[in-house]
């Protein structure tokens, strides 16, 4: 692997633990599907910052346009993304966020069976148990039943329909 796919991997899994964790808080008494929304709109308007910023929105027109193929492939992508991210944001508002996080870990193990079944791709043994390690990781950090404590920053509480002073 090389230091720029290893720096980028640990970006990504950073962003990935602050989505866990910022969620987790902001999620109380919001429905998970405007959250998800919400969020979307946000990462919606930075990337086309970053787009036009960098100049790649030109890059939508002319011989470097992406054909059909790709643009249902990414249209697809970005259906699955969606559906993974209201389950996600779902799943936190009811769940422990490193519980959650943990199984949404198991994509690995469904890219690279995916990616055995549908791209061709091929692993060594390594590859193998490596998958195998993170499951069970997966499966000891979901199964972990540790009653929790409240932290410097709590989630805000569910909106109840209890009068108050029930």
Known sequence: MSPTVLLLGLVAALGGAGVAIFAKVGLGGVDPTLATAARSVVMTLVLVAVAAGSGKLALLRGASAPDGRAWTFI????????LSWLAYFAALRVGAAAQVAAVDRTSLAFVLLFSVAFLGERYGWRGWVGVLLVVT???LVA???TPPRSGPITPSAPASSAPPGR
């Open 75 to 82: 249209v697809l992508a970005g259906l699955a993304g969606a």
């Open 137 to 139: 990781g997966v499966a």
């Open 143 to 145: 199964s972990d039943r």
